[in-house]
């Protein structure tokens, strides 16, 4: 082997590490995302809105196609898991627009169920759950990005 092609294992090794551990924070990050509205729902008995559910429906897949491309180191997953991120973030972003007053219309986000503008239903009386969900597909989306950029097949 000669030294060029060894550089070049050390390369494409600190990539596949790099790459593995972006797949790796964002499985973590779908997985406290769904872990928490799931104890808010459940624990707190917290019903979700309409959106809210929305949002639910793309994090809670994301959790299990992530763990599963964790597990056979699968660099391939942005483009499954990609779509479902950015559908969930464009509900969160509507939503998180319709809790702050940005966009006006007849849709009332929460209207049954408890308000996502109460301050139960927000952390430490100031940043909206949607927000945050907004936050959680933003770093899901830029990781898979950056996976899908940096591991050249």
């Known amino acids: 082997m000669t030294a060029q092609q060894t550089t070049n294992n050390a ?3 600190r990539e596949v590490e790099r790459a593995w551990q ?19 729902g459940e624990i707190m008995g917290q019903e ?9 429906a793309f994090m809670f897949p994301l959790t299990v196609v992530l763990a599963v491309a964790c597990y056979l180191s699968d660099f391939g997953i942005w483009r499954y898991a990609l779509p479902l991120a950015l559908f969930g973030w464009a509900f969160a972003a509507y939503h998180t ?12 986000p929460c209207g049954e169920g408890t308000s996502c503008t109460s301050a ?7 940043v909206p ?5 907004v936050g959680a597909f933003s770093a899901i989306i830029i ?3 950056l996976i899908r950029k940096g591991v050249k097949p």
């Open 97 to 108: 627009l319709l809790v702050a007053g940005v966009i006006p219309t007849a849709l009332e």
């Open 143 to 145: 990781l898979l990005w």
């Open 48 to 56: 979700p809105c309409v959106l809210c559910w929305y949002q639910r």
């Open 120 to 126: 139960d239903m927000m952390i430490f009386s100031v």
């Open 22 to 40: 972006m797949l790796f924070l964002s499985w973590a990050i779908a997985l406290v995302s769904t872990l928490s509205v799931l104890f808010i």
């Open 11 to 13: 390369v494409r090794s």
């Open 129 to 133: 759950i949607p927000l945050l969900s």
